[in-house]
């Protein structure tokens, strides 16, 4: 299938009469750190051993200094300046794929218009999330039209009343924060909305290897020599760290860092591996995708919402089939921290949350 993509790259200016780019230098240096030696590095990608050897010489040569150090019996290891590539590299994607990807997906949209006249394509509004991405990324592959966008979950639930898409992504803590976190949402839902269940996932406190700040819980994040990383206001998850604050009888301004804030969790799990932070709370994904420790805090529901006559569109009949399958249901179960056990199932909203106020159906 045809599409349009946006990726971002890595060049070194000022060096020769163009960018020079290290976009493969920094791949191989990628696979050298999984596979420990660089003979095994160029066989997972597919290149000879002279080739790769090269590759590292003439990176090394434009930056200035070396990014591998080989040795017998230690095999190839990253120098400092290698392991900072690599890092950064994680970091550009972590904080923009979200972001490109919906934008990507706005431009597509209009590159088709033109081609086949034809952009009736169900636009969904979601906070990010590791198994919208994958469902995102899966339905594409198999051509079924869609249109999402990375939205805080606040402003996603409120684009979807206002009549912006068709079904939004958002994200409610289970147990005794549920009833609070759903007010936040309260004049925004109707009582003809449902919500399909995408994915129960959990949330903590990401932290680096060995949590050597020794951050165990919420209340810790308010030490003196603990740096913090938040996200946006708006965001879920920011509504949750915001209600379970609350309940420790502490406020931002008791937290180094709070006005700090990052986009997805994955620009989350970046920030804490750059070492610029000691903790950010976001899903325990973001923290194995950076090698970081994860301490599980609290378990959340994620949903897609729409108004019950959407579920007799045809747009989505493809879209909630593909949900309910074993194929993408074992997908996400193996995102670390994630159940896919209600993935598809849907509920009215009394159902999903008994706790909810709300008046009949029309």
């Known amino acids: 299938m ?7 790259d890595l060049f070194l200016c000022g060096v020769a009469a163009h960018p020079y780019s290290l ?6 240096l990628q696979a050298v750190q999984e ?9 997972k990608l597919d290149i000879s051993y002279r080739t790769g050897w090269a590759a590292l010489a003439e990176m090394e040569q434009m930056l200035g200094g070396a990014v591998v150090e080989m040795s017998r019996g230690r095999g190839t290891e990253l120098t400092e300046l290698g392991q900072r590539l690599v890092w950064a590299e994680k970091l550009i994607h972590a904080r923009l794929d979200p972001l490109l990807e919906s934008m990507a997906i706005e431009v597509d949209a209009e590159i088709q218009s033109v081609l086949a006249r034809a952009t009736d394509h169900l636009k969904i509004f979601a906070s990010h ?20 966008s990375y939205r805080g979950s606040l402003e996603a639930v409120g684009a979807m009343g206002r009549g912006m898409c068709d079904l939004a992504g958002f994200h409610i803590p289970t147990g005794a924060l549920e009833p609070p976190a759903l007010k936040q949402f309260e004049k925004l839902l109707q009582p003809s909305h449902v919500v399909v269940n995408l994915a129960t996932r959990r949330q903590g406190l990401i932290v680096k290897r060995g949590n ?5 819980s919420i209340a810790d994040l308010a030490k003196p020599d603990v740096l913090f990383v938040n996200r946006q206001p708006g965001s879920g998850t920011r509504i949750i760290l915001d209600l379970m604050l609350a309940q420790e009888g502490l406020t931002g301004q008791s937290i180094n860092g709070f006005e700090r804030v990052e986009l997805t969790h994955a620009a989350i799990g970046a920030y804490v591996a750059s070492g610029k932070a000691d903790v950010g709370l976001g899903v325990e994904t973001a923290a194995r995708q950076f090698d970081l420790d994860f301490v599980p805090v609290i378990a959340e529901r994620y949903f897609l919402l729409c108004d019950r006559r959407k579920l007799a569109d045809a747009r989505f009949k493809p879209i ?5 399958t074993s194929e993408f249901r074992t997908e996400v179960s193996r995102l670390a921290g994630y159940d896919s056990a209600s993935t598809g199932g849907v509920l009215a909203l009394a159902e999903a949350f008994p706790s909810l106020a709300l008046g009949k159906a029309d």
């Open 2 to 8: 045809k599409k349009i993509e946006i990726r971002p």
């Open 23 to 28: 976009a493969r230098g920094v791949a191989l």
């Open 129 to 148: 999330d590791f198994a919208m991405a994958l469902l995102g990324a899966q339905l594409q592959a198999q051509g079924i039209p869609l249109d999402l």
């Open 212 to 216: 050597p700040k020794g951050i165990w």
């Open 320 to 324: 909630h089939d593909y949900l309910k």
């Open 35 to 43: 596979k420990g030696n660089l003979r095994a590095a160029c066989g």
